[in-house]
């Protein structure tokens, strides 16, 4: 039998070192093209606030709030209560990079209203994913502790469920990104060499989800080498 690794504590860990440097390498990304551009105003002077109410306005979604959220960064489109919020520093900034992130959450409201597939899946997937996120390293583990097979085996499946939300994720991120480049350019919110640099700033964001993806994948590559390791 080959001796029994922790899944927090064992060889596999290196798998996950990619992934870590991918992350790290994203947050600076995102960092750094977001402090450029932040600093790179849009010829219109409209701020994201302003903008965000425009577009939403277009696509006859008058019944859509935006609203303002605490954090940097923190901006999003909730589907539940049909609310678009965004942070402090982008909602009242009219910037290239405030714009830009503004447009991507209306891009999400626009999927949400046309019933984008993906985006109907993911959020009808959160439920399953959140439980996985939750319980299925604790299951996993204890599973290994016991050597109780059917605990192991559950612990994969919940964490294929995380897997898989962040599969649907990125065809949903980086069809919002695409709707809100088209959007700008559409009606005339922004000139073509400021959506280049909107551009920037969506694209660093996007590799956000993609080092999120890799993490997920190569956790899940983990277990089942432990899973593998134990039956054997």
Known sequence: MSPMYYPMMDPTFILLIPGLLLAFYTQMKVKSTFARFSTVYASRGMSADAVSRSLLDRFGLQSVKVERVRGELTDHYDPRTKVLRLSDSVGSSASIAAIGVAAHEVGHAVQDKEGYAPLKFRNAFVPVANLGSMAAFP???????????????????????????????????????????????????????????????????????VAATVMALMNLLRLLILARGRRD
């Open 139 to 209: 299951l996993f583990l204890i599973g290994l502790l016991m050597s109780a097979r059917p605990l192991i085996d559950l612990g994969i499946v919940l964490f294929l469920a995380v897997v898989v939300f962040h599969l649907v994720t990125l065809p949903v991120e980086y069809d919002a990104s695409s709707r809100a480049l088209r959007l700008l350019g559409g009606t005339g919110m922004l000139t073509q060499s400021e959506i280049t640099g909107a551009k920037s700033v969506l694209d660093a964001a996007a590799l956000t989800y």
